[in-house]
C-alpha cells in the first residue's frame, strides 16, 4: 500500500476555498452582529458555531479511538478520514477565549456569571460549581484533555505511516484506546453541562451527556460520509473503498439517528410524566412563541426523514443518497444547537419570548465552518488521506459480504 496524498487534487482545493469563503463572511457577519445586536446576541452566535463544530471535532478522535478499542478492519480504510478532520482542536483552547473572557466580564449569556446571581437561592447552592473561575478551569482541563487524546491517538495513528513493518504505534493504541475513549466521554459530557445546560441553572437533565454526544457523533458520521463519497466519485481511495463502507457508513447514520431520537425522547417524555414545573420549564419555553416550529423539524429532519431514506439496505450503497442524508443530519444538528442555546438566550438573557433567529445565527457556524474547513485541508496536503500502512488495511480492501 503506498501513501495517498490530496493536497494538489481539485477537491481539496474546492474545499479550501469554501473554507476561506465560510471564515471570511462568518467572522464580517460576526462583527456585524455585535455592533447591530449587542455582545449577548454576538456571543450566543459565537457559541452555536464554536459547539458545533468543536465538539465534532473532538468527536472524530472519539470514532478513531473506538475503531483501535474495537480493532475494527474494516474502518481502517475511512478512519483517517475522521482523523483529519480533528486539526480544529488544538486550536479550542484559543477559540475558547472569547467565551471565557465574556464570562469573567460578568456580563455573559450566562446569568450564573452576573453579579445579582448571589441573589438567587438557587444560583447560591450551585455557586461553589458555577462560577467564572471554576468555568475556566474546566473549560482549561477539557481542552488539555482533548490535546492529549489528539497527541496520543491521532498521533500514533500518522506515525504508522512512517513505521513500515514496525506496528508499536498502533500497538500503543490497542492498548490505551479504552481510556480515552472514557476521558472523551467525561470530558464531552461535562463541557455540554457547562457550555449548553448551564445557560439555563435552574432546570438540569441527567441524560444530557448522551443527548448531546449523540448529535455529535452522528454528525462526525455524516461528514466522513460525504467526504468518502466525494472522495470515491472522483476517483480516490477505490483501491481502498468497497460497497460494504458505504454500507457501513449508512448503518451507521440511520442507527445514531434513531438513537439521538430515542435519547431526545426519553429526556421529553420522563420531563412531561414527572411534571415538574422546575424540570417543564425547559420545554415549555420550546414548544411556545414560534419555538415549536424548530421542535418540529428535530422530529422530521432529525429522525424521520434519516429513518426512511437509509431503512432499505440497497440505498445505502447509493452514494447520492449518502450525501442527501448526511446534509440532513448536519442541518438538523445546527437546528438542534439552536433550539438549545437560542432560546435561553432569548428568555433569561434578552428577556423576550419571541424566536431569536435570523441571518446572525449563520454567522458563527460560518465562521467555525470555514476554520474546520480550512484545518482540515491542511491535514489533506500534509498527510495521506488512508492509513496505508496500517496492520488491518488488508480488511478493509478485502471487505465484502
Known amino acids: 500500500m503506498s501513501n495517498v496524498n490530496l493536497g494538489s487534487t481539485p477537491i481539496i482545493g474546492k474545499i ?20 447591530l445586536n449587542g455582545q449577548q446576541r454576538f456571543f450566543a452566535d459565537y457559541l452555536l458555531g464554536f459547539w458545533y463544530f468543536a465538539g465534532i471535532s473532538v468527536t472524530m478522535m472519539f470514532f478513531s479511538a473506538l475503531q483501535y478499542l474495537a480493532r475494527a478492519g474494516w474502518s481502517s480504510a475511512i478512519r483517517r478520514i475522521a482523523e483529519n478532520f480533528t486539526g480544529m482542536v488544538p486550536f479550542l ?79 500503543k493504541n490497542w492498548k490505551r484506546a479504552a481510556p480515552w475513549v472514557l476521558v472523551y466521554a467525561l470530558s464531552i459530557t461535562f463541557a455540554s ?15 444530557w451527556g448522551v443527548y448531546t454526544f449523540a448529535g ?34 449508512g ?17 421529553y417524555f420522563i420531563i412531561w410524566y414527572a411534571n415538574l414545573p422546575e424540570e417543564t420549564i425547559y420545554f415549555a419555553n420550546r414548544t411556545s412563541h414560534g419555538w415549536e416550529y424548530f421542535g418540529i423539524a ?10 426512511m ?15 442527501a442524508a448526511a446534509i440532513i443530519i448536519l442541518i438538523s444538528h445546527y437546528i438542534d444547537l439552536t433550539w438549545i442555546i437560542m432560546p435561553a438566550v432569548g428568555h433569561h438573557i434578552l428577556k423576550t419570548d419571541s424566536v431569536v ?38 480488511e478493509a480492501t478485502e471487505y465484502t459480504t
Not at 448503518?251 to 429526556?267: E, G, R
Not at 428535530?298 to 429513518?307: E, G, S, T
Not at 440505498?315 to 447520492?320: A, C, D, E
Request: proline share 3%.
Open 251 to 267: 448503518k451507521l447514520m440511520f442507527a445514531f439517528s434513531v438513537f439521538w431520537a430515542y435519547i431526545a425522547f426519553s429526556q
Open 93 to 171: 483552547a484559543i477559540a475558547l477565549i472569547p467565551i471565557i473572557l465574556n464570562i469573567l466580564s460578568h456580563n455573559s449569556i450566562y446569568e450564573w456569571s452576573h453579579h445579582d446571581a448571589s441573589s438567587d437561592v438557587i444560583l447560591q447552592k450551585k455557586a461553589a460549581y458555577l462560577n467564572p473561575m471554576a468555568f475556566a478551569i474546566r473549560m482549561g482541563v477539557y481542552v488539555l484533555f482533548w490535546f492529549g487524546m489528539y497527541r496520543f491517538v491521532i498521533g500514533n495513528s500518522l506515525k504508522q505511516d512512517a513505521t513500515g513493518t514496525d506496528i508499536t504505534p498502533t500497538r
Open 357 to 394: 433567529f435570523g441571518w446572525q445565527e449563520l454567522t458563527g457556524w460560518m465562521f467555525f465552518g470555514g476554520i474546520f474547513l480550512l484545518f482540515a485541508v491542511r491535514d489533506y496536503k500534509k498527510r495521506s488521506a488512508v492509513a496505508f500502512n496500517d496492520p488491518l488495511i488488508h
Open 298 to 307: 428535530l422530529v422530521v429532519m432529525h429522525f424521520v426523514v434519516p429513518f
Open 309 to 323: 431514506v437509509l431503512l432499505r439496505q440497497d440505498v445505502k450503497r447509493k452514494g447520492n443518497v449518502l450525501i
Open 193 to 207: 453541562f457547562d457550555l449548553l445546560m448551564s445557560l439555563e441553572p435552574h432546570w438540569f437533565s441527567t441524560i
Open 16 to 35: 479550501n476555498t469554501i473554507g476561506m469563503v465560510l471564515a471570511v463572511v462568518g467572522a464580517i457577519g460576526l462583527g456585524a452582529t455585535f455592533a
Open 216 to 249: 455529535h457523533f452522528v454528525g462526525a458520521i455524516a461528514i466522513v460520509t460525504i467526504m468518502t463519497v466525494v472522495l470515491y466519485n472522483n476517483g480516490h481511495l477505490r483501491q481502498y473503498i468497497t460497497g460494504e463502507h458505504f454500507h457501513d457508513l
